[in-house]
């Protein structure tokens, strides 16, 4: 049974970086065809897609944050991560990390995941 679990800090101050790791368990970061995402929900809105890397380590970030995310994957230890860099409030969110076949950008449903964390929240405050 795979099984996705984030991990990080819970606040973090305006124009610091986030940093969050989705540790893997019971399945492969590198099965063929699998790519592992990271998804968001701010308080009181929609979820929104951040970005992914697939099973061969292509990475793929939404536009809108593409200036200011990374994700990157460490096979040894079956974990993948994000960072996003010059956080504002606005970045305060539930961020999850989650697991399908093939890439949809604009996935952001559990249902629509094989895999899907917990959760962890993050806040942005001084």
């Known amino acids: 049974q795979v099984q996705l679990q984030e991990s990080g800090p819970g606040l973090v101050k305006p124009s610091q970086t986030l940093s969050l790791t989705c540790t893997v368990s019971?399945?492969?970061?590198?099965?063929?065809?699998?790519?592992w995402n990271w998804i968001r929900q701010p308080p009181g809105k929609g979820r929104e897609w951040m970005g992914a890397?697939?099973?061969?380590?292509?990475?793929y970030v939404s536009p809108s944050l593409k200036s200011r995310t990374s994700i990157s994957r460490h096979t040894s230890k079956n974990q993948f991560t994000l960072q996003l860099s010059s956080v504002t409030p606005e970045d305060t969110a539930v961020y999850f990390c989650?697991?399908?076949?093939?890439?949809?950008?604009?996935?952001?449903?559990?249902?629509?995941?094989?895999?899907w964390g917990q959760g962890t929240q993050v806040t942005v405050s001084s």
């Open positions: 989650a697991g399908r076949r093939g890439l949809a950008v604009d996935a952001t449903a559990p249902n629509e995941y094989t895999y």
């Open positions: 019971g399945g492969d970061i590198t099965t063929s065809g699998y790519y």
């Open positions: 890397i697939s099973y061969s380590g292509s990475i």
